[in-house]
């Protein structure tokens, strides 16, 4: 169950339903339904995956399995500054297990979860090319090289002001 | 046809073009394992997402092994079935399934009818290389009034998704996630009782594991059987004498409707009945009902609702009421024959006995599971006690029967108790597809035109095609007769209903494979069925035996309107044989 209830205004559900005309309210475009109503929103709650099912006739579990298949989707807001964590081999073997653990705890919240004031959250991801910068850590489109468990406060509180 | 030469095992055969390994080997009798796959050929379902691999055979000239079951034959293919390749492949996946499998098989429900427990057997697996590191699942359990989804056992097989979307277009489980956490539930994983679904348990009936059972209550049942204080009356569904000898290895549509008598009064019932004298009610209250509106149409009544749609069976009331509210004043508003039969015993029996309705217990044996939710809905209940308190499928029957010590097949052949016993052929074949709107015609014919029926049998509305449609002549009047079983096709003509091109004056819908003979608390078919085609046999052989084949021949039905109802449709009906319909629409943001 989506961990966040929202209430869809008219103006979102138009939105919603225009998108899935424009892919002629076809059930075989689903994917690319969802990939351009999470790009409006920002992610994909349970109600929009409603209306997007009842939009094209098909049942909501066929349209939350796909999202639940493919990872890129989410069902979980992104914070204002999403915090993501390269677990590729390069950054796991150089201590990023422990950088992600710190992040956890300073943020309390697990992968995938968000805080509960929007600002952050936290995601893990495989390898942005910058191995020799290991462990690597990402703020938004701002990078973090050679991140120790120690630097964690510090980076969250750059965004905390 | 264009056919195929192929050489499978050794074994020259030809097959027509586009038939799958899988069933050409059977041409030779050779018989290759398979999980996921299901074909129910004549009902034309069919589950082979090539998922389960365990059907693998070898291909000369290809790199990988090939799922037979989806995989088509081509000219001078040659195929190995049973290469050490293959045995040793089929024996891996087999072993990965069951690595993250639990393996309480001792006390597992469907232990001794799993598919997965028989294939290991015959694979011969005795022991799970890395077990002792494998990561087990750990999927919370989620029990409705009908279904228990124990998802630990799901091996994705894709069978029950395949009934529930392609068959009965309920859409309420689909697979979801993936690796390791894929299962198939509902939006969101939201327990089934909040889904769409309609408990009509055909996931039940083809999950080939654990995974899906039916609320056993066969604990409850020998409660009351043993509470001193209580009157503990038994009625038993049409279908069920149609199948539950084959839960005592006896042949598929062998009726057992004496020796089940027999069995339910060892057992203990002081009232053995049977659903097939409510059965007989439903025809005089929908038979009514039918006629009343009828009559209005034909005399032009621009506000009758046509056609009417019969009301028996609960797996479509929940499809109606969930898919198509804006409808739920077009069907009968007749109960079912559960619920009148619960009605009238706690009301017009308990008061012939001089039992207080407190002291009663009413039992059903139901062929279907969402029988178990239908008798605990609020407007079934007087004061919040049910009027059925417990319902049980064929198969828990077949469990009380053998904890119970009794030798079903060696039974003698008992007769039902007077007077919520006694029925007639129409009231019988209730159980199969078609059945309720000939026993309706019989009745209707007779009333309507005030003839005597020359022939009772109306073959035109029998059979096995999800969607049947049949002309009857009601001296002079064209009446049309819709038929469906199978969800899906309800939809078809529910959509028609609903843009007003339905030609019909009567519809008969019934949510399962063959009807009630095909139910999801039925003996398991195991992808066989003509398991179903013999149970359907069965049914109209047992009409054609019955004395009387009429339902308002019944005189116990007579006598029960001439004592207490007055007459079909009256006040005193309407409260106690009829029944309303809700919007029970989800959404979301409603849960």
């Known amino acids: ?161 | 046809m264009k056919m195929v030469n192929i050489t499978l095992d050794g074994n020259h055969i030809e097959v027509p073009a586009g038939t799958t390994i899988y069933e050409s080997a059977k041409q030779v009798h050779i018989d290759i394992p398979a999980l996921c796959y299901m074909d129910l050929k004549d009902l034309n379902i069919r589950n082979r997402p090539g998922g389960c691999r365990i059907c693998v055979v070898e291909v000369e000239g290809r790199r990988n092994l090939a799922p037979s079951c989806s995989t088509a034959v081509e000219e001078g293919m040659v195929v190995k079935t049973n290469s050490v390749r293959v045995i040793n492949a089929r024996r891996t996946v087999m072993e990965l399934i069951l690595s993250d499998h639990p393996k309480d098989c001792l006390t597992c429900a469907k232990s001794g009818q799993c598919d997965l427990q028989q294939m290991a057997i015959r694979l011969g697996i005795r022991d799970i290389p890395g077990q002792e590191y494998a990561e087990m699942s750990t999927y919370r359990l989620d029990t409705s009034p009908s279904i228990i989804r124990e998802l630990d056992k799901c091996i994705m097989c894709r069978r029950c998704e395949t009934m529930c979307n392609d068959f009965q277009t309920v859409g309420a489980l689909h697979a979801i996630n993936r690796g390791f956490y894929a299962v198939v539930a509902p939006a969101f994983e939201m327990n089934l009782e909040h889904s769409p679904c309609t408990y009509c348990g055909q996931c039940v009936a083809v999950c080939p594991t654990g995974a899906l059972t039916e609320v056993d209550h066969t604990g409850k049942v020998i409660a009351a059987l043993n509470d001193p204080a209580k009157t503990v009356v038994v009625q038993t569904a049409p279908a069920v004498r149609a199948a539950l000898g084959e839960e005592f290895g006896m042949k598929p549509g062998t009726l057992v409707t004496g020796k089940m008598v027999t069995a339910l009064r060892h057992l203990g019932f002081n009232y053995v009945f049977d659903t097939d004298f409510a059965a007989d009610l439903t025809i005089m209250e929908e038979g009514t009902e039918f006629l009343g509106r009828l009559t209005r149409f034909l005399d032009g009544d621009t506000e009758v609702q046509m056609p009417i749609l019969t009301s028996c069976c609960p797996g479509w009331v929940n499809f109606f009421e969930h898919h198509f509210p804006e409808l739920k004043d077009i069907p009968s508003t007749a109960r079912s024959p559960q619920q009148m039969f619960g009605s009238v015993a706690k009301s017009y029996f308990a008061e012939k006995i001089g039992v207080e309705r407190k002291d009663m217990v009413v039992v059903s044996i139901m062929p279907c599971l969402a029988k178990k939710y239908e008798c605990q809905r609020e407007e079934f209940m007087v004061d919040g006690v049910p009027d059925v308190d417990i319902s049980i499928s064929t198969r828990e029957l077949a469990h009380l029967i053998k904890q119970a010590n009794l030798d079903l097949v060696e039974m003698t052949d008992g007769d039902f108790d007077l007077p919520l016993g006694e029925s007639t052929g129409a009231g019988v074949i209730f159980g199969t597809t078609g059945g309720v709107i000939e026993a309706a015609t019989r009745t209707a014919y007779e009333i309507y035109t005030g003839k005597t029926l020359e022939k009772i049998d109306f073959e035109q509305l029998r059979g096995m095609d999800g969607l049947r449609s049949a002309t009857v002549d009601f001296g002079g009047q064209e009446i049309r007769i819709g038929i469906a079983h199978g969800l899906g096709n309800a939809r078809k003509l529910l959509e028609e209903i609903k843009s007003g091109k339905s030609q019909y004056h009567a519809i008969e819908i019934m949510a399962c494979p063959g009807g009630c003979i095909g139910g999801g608390g039925q003996p398991l078919h195991h992808g066989d069925a003509s398991i179903l085609q013999a149970r359907a046999k069965a049914i109209y052989e047992e009409d054609r035996n019955k004395k009387i084949r009429k339902s308002h021949e019944n005189p116990f039905i007579q006598q029960l309107y001439a004592d207490y109802l007055g007459e079909p449709f009256s006040e005193k009906a309407h409260a106690l044989l009829h029944t309303h319909y809700f919007d029970r629409r989800k959404r979301v943001f409603q849960i």
Do not use: W
């Open chain 1, 1 to 161: 169950m989506s961990s966040v209830k929202i209430e869809l205004r008219k103006d979102q559900i138009e939105k919603i339903h225009e998108t899935c005309e424009q892919f002629g309210n076809s059930e075989g475009e689903l994917i690319n339904i969802l990939h351009r109503v999470q790009g409006t929103f920002g992610y994909l709650p349970a109600e929009v995956q409603e209306v997007i099912a009842e939009k094209l006739n098909i049942p909501v579990a066929r349209v939350y399995g796909v999202v639940t298949f493919y990872s890129y989707f989410t069902m979980t807001p992104k914070g204002e500054f999403p915090i993501s964590i390269c677990t590729g081999t390069a950054c796991y073997v150089r201590g990023a297990e422990k950088v992600l653990g710190e992040f956890k705890k300073e943020l309390q919240i697990e992968v995938g979860e968000t805080t509960a004031d929007g600002k952050f959250s936290l995601s893990c991801l495989r390898c942005v090319g910058a191995c020799g910068l290991a462990p690597v850590v990402l703020v938004g489109d701002k990078t973090y090289g050679r991140v120790a468990p120690d630097d964690v406060k510090e980076i969250i509180g750059e965004y905390q002001s």
